[in-house]
């Protein structure tokens, strides 16, 4: 594989032998996951930089082993703040938008936008962020760059209400189209973050420590939810509490970590179009096994964004039968009665329950399936995935024939199973895969 190959989004869960071990430099092991594609980035020397944020890849004493798990929480905890972000774009997003007076057609439909921003942007800012030669690292400044962004996003959304005949457009192309962009410029570079810093052997451990804290980012976010937004208008409030824990999380880890610095090499060039060319390459060049996680992974997310945004509208008006227009609100002609509109809110109330218990079960099953992996209880990760989603595809099918609220509260925190192995689970199977072919 030549350099070019190796220093984009493909080396995220690699795990190449260190130098010492082709005959080369005595670089610590804990350099490989810096060292592979970047062999000739490194200062004169040939050693890391001083300060640079290192993990012991074989702890020994009960401390070590300490540190070296408080390092990983260091580098996942921003996920708490990403997950929360995303727990608020969820919950309100529907609603909101169709009390600006969208239709719900057009409600759902426009959530197409952020799986097609999430294809765009990921691969853009995980190609970019590879190449990044600042002195402050490859992957914080694009985290940093786009918690700006978020802020700006965050609050032009919230105020889009006040915007006259101007609100709806503005919601739906700040929310569903720079928004979604925008965490996916802070999340991206975040993931590659863990698979940058953490040794091969807590690779795997790492993201599921990223999942755990994914499930209680979202846990804070639907808390927020339930005491913050009691109207579907009214999201200011929510969205700037949840953009103050992202600059708290994202700020600890980009003040500690400190990353690798990469001189630009003589005549290196790179394009916009680069990363999709090199992505489709990769397709190609797709193992056998690769390319069905590859496809499950598709598949999982499918699935995940028909259930995440119109699970509130689920809740609201199948559940609990609501109409969710105020029949209080001045000139309004339609069909929804007080009792309607109060049962709409119950959803409401029972939507925000349901997701801060999901989110408490995703949180324990992420960090237990994070303890059993390091103590390698755990080591068939693909058995435990395939079951995972089976029982998640059993609780949506469901759904469809079995009614009633105890059902629903079922599904929802059920969910948290196999989105707690979506979430960690491919991660660590393609890095085994990888180290699988490197051995081959």
Not at 37 to 54: A, N, R
Not at 363 to 377: D, Q
């Amino acid at each position: 594989m030549s350099n070019e190959e190796n220093i984009t989004t493909d080396n995220l869960m690699m795990d190449a032998p260190s130098k010492h071990e082709k005959g080369g430099s005595s670089k610590p092991d804990f350099a490989v996951g810096i060292e592979d594609g970047f062999d000739d980035d490194l200062d004169l020397k040939g050693e890391l930089q001083p300060g640079v944020f290192t993990i012991n890849p074989n702890p020994e004493t009960q401390k070590e082993k300490m540190i070296a798990y408080g390092k990983l929480v260091l580098l996942a905890m921003p996920w708490i703040g990403i997950q929360c972000i995303w727990a608020a774009e969820f919950g309100t997003t529907t609603p909101y938008l169709q009390a600006m007076g969208l239709s719900e057609q057009w409600a759902s439909n426009i959530w197409l936008s952020g799986p097609l921003m999430g294809f765009f942007v990921a691969p853009i800012v995980g190609s970019l962020s590879d190449k990044c030669h600042l002195k402050f690292g490859r992957r914080r400044p694009y985290m940093l760059g786009g918690l700006l962004l978020l802020g700006v996003v965050s609050t032009t959304l919230a105020c889009s209400k006040y915007f006259g005949d101007a609100g709806l457009p503005v919601s739906c192309n700040v929310y569903f189209i720079i928004m979604d962009g925008t965490i996916n410029v802070i999340q991206t570079p975040l993931r590659a973050l863990i698979a940058d810093f953490a040794p091969p052997e807590q690779q795997a451990t790492g993201q599921l420590m990223a999942s755990t804290f994914q499930g209680l980012g979202g846990l804070v976010g639907y808390f927020l939810q339930k005491f913050l937004w009691t109207d579907p208008l009214e999201i200011l409030a929510l969205f700037m509490v949840v953009f103050a824990i992202n600059v708290i999380f994202v700020g600890l880890t980009c003040w500690f970590v400190k990353e690798q610095h990469f001189p630009a090499k003589a005549g290196e060039k790179g394009g916009i179009a680069e990363p999709f060319i090199h992505l489709f390459k990769s397709v190609k060049g797709l193992t056998l096994k690769l390319f069905i996680v590859g496809a499950c992974v598709f598949f999982c997310w499918w699935a995940l964004f028909s259930w995440w945004p119109t699970s509130s509208t689920w809740y609201m008006t199948i559940v609990m039968n609501g109409c969710c227009d105020d029949p209080s609100a001045d000139g309004y002609v339609g069909e929804c009665t007080p009792e309607s509109y109060n049962d709409c809110l119950t959803g409401q109330s029972v939507n925000a329950d349901v997701n801060i218990l999901a989110n408490v079960a995703q949180t324990c099953i992420g960090l237990l399936l994070a303890i059993l992996m390091n103590y390698r209880i755990l080591v068939r990760t693909r058995f435990v995935w395939s079951a995972l989603l089976f029982f998640g595809a059993v609780l949506l099918i469901g759904s469809k024939f079995i009614k009633g609220e105890w059902y629903a509260y079922l599904v929802g925190i059920g969910m948290a199973v196999p989105i707690s192995g979506i979430q960690a689970f491919p991660f660590a199977i393609v890095g085994k895969y990888n180290r699988d072919d490197e051995k081959e």
